[in-house]
């Protein structure tokens, strides 16, 4: 069944299955003043209702609204005829139809969106059916469920419309309901609850960004085998995750520095070599110690001799340089080749240690930190305590 037919007024009733549940008499009047002087410019759509002789209204619901206002008003009667396309659907479908209308319309509230979304899952529809179905991304669909997902006091204020979307967005980084409302109640009262970045910083600052060194060098896989949890933000344009639990990835990282700082300390002749988890030598490591300079090793007789012959290469190749054509991309490559080669053995005989006296050999040492790869390294300086 799909045809237009003149039902009367008092045959309508709104369908329980029309997503905008927040719906106000909002220019209720001001579309009924239209109706009156104009007449319906678009009909309604309607299923057969369970009692017989009526219709859901499944799409149309401030139509109808506008209409009944005008029926109380005593401008129209129980019989005036509305045209409606009647559709023979199931609830489901009726619902998928007014999220459809709504939703291309972009008049629903938020809230409405949300529900409508949660209402699909929760009838077994997939998640990428519902982004095709709808136009949208998958990420979308998964965003609005987690909004659906609020604590709620929160979701409440935004049904109110006491905070935007974007607000509700920062509380729904993280699904965990306590920390949701640990900072609703810290925030909701001051300047900051109506900013999606503060709440944002203080819904993540106990975690870590999955691409900080620090998760890097503690490596996903472990983390989540120690029983680290992850949470994806799917609402920022990078949609990163976030390690919640940041005491797991600090200890599995400060294990694997800790190693590797015993490796710098059995080879390097050091009298300490300490760990530091950070991706520099703070103040505080440094505020008991002063830091000690001292020159690299001497060149033995044919490392000088090397190093000689790789500076005449590199002259030779500077002057080579002036004649290279542009156009050339093979020996282009393969000068660049030449090039890095000779200067990166030469910068290698130059990186030898230094060469630590007799006297301060107990007392020297260096630290070891988290490299921005997320490689362990040995910073650079050397520390007397």
């Given at each position: 069944?799909?045809?237009?037919?003149?039902?009367?007024?008092?045959?309508?009733?709104?369908?329980?299955?029309?997503?905008?549940?927040?719906?106000?008499?909002?220019?209720?009047?001001?579309?009924?003043?239209?109706?009156?002087?104009?007449?319906?410019?678009?009909?309604?759509?309607?299923?057969?209702?369970?009692?017989?002789?009526?219709?859901?209204?499944?799409?149309?619901?401030r139509?109808?609204?506008?209409?009944n206002?005008?029926?109380?008003?005593?401008?129209?009667?129980?019989?005036?005829?509305?045209?409606?396309?009647?559709?023979?659907?199931?609830?489901?479908?009726?619902?998928?139809?007014?999220?459809?209308?709504?939703?291309?319309?972009?008049?629903?509230?938020?809230?409405?969106?949300?529900?409508?979304?949660?209402?699909?899952?929760?009838?077994?529809?997939?998640?990428?059916?519902?982004?095709?179905?709808?136009?949208?991304?998958?990420?979308?669909?998964?965003?609005?469920?987690?909004?659906?997902?609020?604590?709620?006091?929160?979701?409440?204020?935004?049904?109110?419309g006491?905070?935007?979307?974007?607000?509700?967005?920062?509380?729904?980084t993280?699904?965990?309901?306590?920390?949701?409302?640990?900072?609703?109640?810290?925030?909701?009262?001051?300047?900051?609850?109506?900013?999606?970045?503060?709440?944002?910083?203080?819904?993540?600052?106990?975690?870590?960004?999955?691409?900080?060194?620090?998760?890097?060098?503690?490596?996903e896989?472990?983390?989540?085998?120690?029983?680290?949890?992850?949470?994806?933000?799917?609402?920022?344009?990078?949609?990163?995750?976030?390690?919640?639990?940041?005491?797991?990835?600090?200890?599995?990282?400060?294990?694997?520095?800790?190693?590797?700082?015993?490796?710098?300390?059995?080879?390097?002749?050091?009298?300490?070599?300490?760990?530091?988890?950070?991706?520099?030598?703070?103040?505080?490591?440094?505020?008991?110690?002063?830091?000690?300079?001292?020159?690299?090793?001497?060149?033995?007789?044919?490392?000088?001799?090397?190093?000689?012959?790789?500076?005449?290469?590199?002259?030779?190749?500077?002057?080579?340089?002036?004649?290279?054509?542009?156009?050339?991309?093979?020996?282009?490559?393969?000068f660049?080749?030449?090039?890095?080669?000779?200067?990166?053995?030469?910068d290698?005989?130059?990186?030898?240690?230094?060469?630590?006296?007799?006297?301060?050999?107990?007392?020297?040492?260096?630290?070891v930190?988290i490299?921005?790869?997320?490689?362990?390294?040995?910073?650079?300086?050397?520390?007397?305590?």
């Open positions: 069944m799909n045809d237009i037919e003149m039902i009367p007024l008092g045959k309508l009733r709104l369908s329980d299955a029309n997503v905008r549940k927040n719906d106000s008499n909002l220019f209720i009047e001001e579309l009924a003043a239209n109706i009156e002087a104009k007449g319906l410019l678009q009909n309604l759509i309607v299923a057969p209702a369970k009692k017989r002789g009526m219709f859901d209204v499944t799409a149309g619901g139509r109808l609204r506008a209409l206002f005008l029926l109380e008003a005593g401008k129209l009667a129980k019989d005036h005829p509305v045209t409606c396309r009647v559709l023979d659907i199931d609830a489901a479908e009726q619902s998928e139809l007014s999220l459809i209308e709504n939703v291309i319309r972009l008049d629903m509230t938020p809230t409405d969106e949300i529900r409508a979304y949660k209402h699909f899952v929760n009838e077994g529809s997939d998640l990428d059916a519902i982004a095709k179905r709808f136009g949208r991304t998958r990420r979308f669909i998964e965003g609005r469920l987690r909004l659906a997902d609020l604590a709620d006091p929160i979701f409440a204020a935004l049904e109110e006491k905070i935007t979307l974007d607000v509700a967005k920062a509380y729904a993280t699904p965990n309901h306590d920390r949701q409302m640990m900072v609703w109640n810290e925030l909701s009262n001051s300047w900051q609850g109506n900013q999606p970045d503060s709440i944002r910083r203080m819904i993540t600052h106990s975690a870590i960004r999955s691409s900080s060194p620090m998760a890097k060098l503690a490596s896989a472990e983390y989540l085998a120690a029983g680290g949890k992850i949470e994806r933000d799917l609402f920022t344009e990078d949609g990163g995750e976030t390690w919640i639990d940041a005491e797991i990835a600090q200890r599995i990282a400060g294990e694997k520095l800790q190693a590797f700082a015993t490796e710098v300390a059995a080879t390097s002749g050091y009298a300490w070599v300490r760990p530091i988890l950070e991706t520099r030598i703070t103040y505080s490591a440094t505020e008991d110690l002063h830091q000690v300079h001292l020159e690299p090793a001497p060149l033995s007789e044919d490392e000088q001799a090397e190093a000689d012959r790789l500076l005449e290469t590199i002259s030779s190749l500077e002057a080579k340089s002036e004649a290279l054509d542009d156009d050339d991309a093979a020996a282009a490559a393969d660049q080749a030449r090039w890095d080669a000779a200067t990166n053995a030469y290698a005989l130059h990186d030898k240690p230094p060469v630590i006296p007799e006297e301060m050999k107990a007392n020297l040492g260096c630290f930190i490299g921005a790869d997320g490689q362990p390294a040995v910073a650079s300086g050397l520390y007397s305590d």
